[in-house]
């Protein structure tokens, strides 16, 4: 919980705020507009998904065994990843159709992975993650 703007009264009805201290992966807003009564009007949350950097990032990391574990991805086509145990073992093999993706982690008992994603026939990247 952090404030980015705090606005005392006055005549202007709208506001843009830019987030110069955005995190990698996933980031929650929501408005709070408070009345001089002492009233709280809520926003709905809006979620923004942020790269920074990076080509592609796997999150939560590590992620918790029955829930999902994404990968933002700047890929546009569809492209084939695999996850592979630390025994060099492929454990699941699927393609990637989006560019924020959840990996199919679901019967993954806890420990370490590898995702591994190829375009064209060779690996363009490697992710370390782990399911608790």
Known sequence: DRVLLQQ??????????DDLSLHPGRNV???????GDGTKIYSDEQVVYYLGTRNHIVFPNPGVKGQP????????DDVQAEILDLNGRIVKRFTITENLFSLPTGQLPGGMYVLRIHEADRTVQRFTFIIR
Not at 29 to 35: D, R
Not at 69 to 76: A, C, D, H, K, Y
Request: hydrophobic share 50%; net charge neutral; no cysteine.
């Open 8 to 17: 005392k009264p006055g005549s202007t009805l709208g506001f843009s705020v």
């Open 29 to 35: 807003y929501q408005a709070i507009v408070a009345l």
């Open 69 to 76: 574990v994404f990968l933002l991805s700047e890929l546009t």
